[in-house]
């Protein structure tokens, strides 16, 4: 079973506006509104691929409410802490430039950590947690360290995407993917990266590091992913860019909706770069039909 986790979830509301003054009243043009969190996204789209997931995290308060129906009428299956204060509204702003206003979120409890442990604490071998996203501010920052040790005690496999320190330390527990960007791994190892052939020793000192499989993806230009066994080389399809939001957690749930159903790393990767890039060009998350689309034109070279 795949569980993802979520600890500082959202209620994302998109406004659209012709214009936006300041000190005005201003009136949308069109608005929504969606669960948001990395976790969450990678959920929904495994959906997309009737992969079956669990959602784990923190919600609290009418906006946690909406976030536990709204998955729900999806299907998709939830086991959250419920916390005292309200999940937060994330505000984002569209007219000509898109702003966004990210509310900080509930305060968590040790005992509502306790809790999340307890519920991990559950899984065996034949699962798979995903870590995905910041830590809120009130919970410790080796959060995901401990998160991981508890997997790597019950030998259920993980993934992370998060950056920085919070990446580097769960490395030694050798996580069976990690998905930086260009730009997080050129943070990571203090230098700049802008092709796929930067990429790749850097990526081979991550594995080195532990990670079991990498995944670097670099916008328009590509994708690398890096094991002990192989190095790919994905050529993106091409389209017009509408949201960058979720992309890399689309690409998340790709690979491991084909890693669960194939075990096949190349296919896995396809299907990763395929749904990445058809969140792209939505102005929501990726359907199973455009990914599908999509693959024919995602070209991967093995490098020697």
């Known amino acids: 079973m795949i569980y993802t986790l979520t600890l500082n979830p959202s209620v994302d509301y998109?406004?659209?506006?012709?214009?936006?003054?300041?000190?005005?009243?201003?009136?949308?043009?069109?608005?929504?509104?969606?669960?948001?969190?990395?976790?969450?996204?990678?959920?929904?789209?495994?959906?997309?691929?009737?992969?079956?997931?669990?959602?784990?995290?923190?919600?609290?308060?009418?906006?946690?409410?909406?976030?536990?129906?709204?998955?729900q009428k999806e299907m998709i299956d939830t086991d959250f802490v419920h916390v005292d204060e309200d999940t937060r509204i994330n505000v984002k702003l569209k007219t000509g430039q898109e702003s966004e206003i990210n509310a900080k979120g509930p305060k968590i409890t040790e005992q509502n950590f306790g809790l999340l442990q307890q519920k991990i604490m559950q899984l065996g071998p034949d699962d798979l947690l995903v870590l995905a996203g910041s830590i809120p501010s009130s919970l410790p920052k080796t959060t995901y360290e401990e998160l991981v040790k508890i997997c790597s005690d019950s030998r259920a496999q993980f993934v992370v995407d998060a950056e920085g320190e919070l990446l580097k330390k769960v490395l030694p527990y050798q996580p069976l993917l990690i998905k930086p960007n260009h730009h997080e791994l050129g943070e990571l190892f203090e230098t700049t990266i802008t092709t796929a052939e930067e990429v790749i020793p850097f990526g081979k000192k991550l594995v080195?590091?532990?990670?079991?499989?990498?995944?670097?993806?670099?916008?328009?230009?590509?994708?690398?992913?890096?094991?002990?066994?192989?190095?790919?080389?994905?050529?993106?399809?091409?389209?017009?860019?509408?949201n960058s939001v979720g992309a890399g957690d689309s690409m998340v749930a790709g690979f491991l909706a084909a890693f669960v159903e194939t075990s096949n790393i190349e296919e896995a990767f396809r299907y990763s770069v395929a749904s990445g890039s058809a969140t792209a060009f939505s102005l929501g998350l990726c359907t199973k039909e455009k990914v599908e689309e999509l693959l024919p034109h995602v070209h991967i070279k093995k490098i020697q």
């Open 208 to 242: 080195e590091m532990g990670a079991k499989n990498v995944i670097v993806s670099l916008a328009g230009a590509g994708a690398v992913l890096i094991n002990s066994q192989t190095t790919l080389l994905a050529e993106v399809p091409k389209g017009e860019v509408k």
């Open 14 to 71: 998109i406004v659209k506006l012709e214009s936006f003054q300041i000190g005005e009243l201003n009136r949308t043009v069109d608005e929504a509104k969606f669960p948001g969190g990395k976790g969450i996204n990678v959920s929904r789209v495994l959906n997309q691929f009737d992969t079956r997931s669990k959602a784990l995290g923190f919600v609290g308060g009418f906006t946690g409410t909406y976030i536990e129906h709204y998955l």
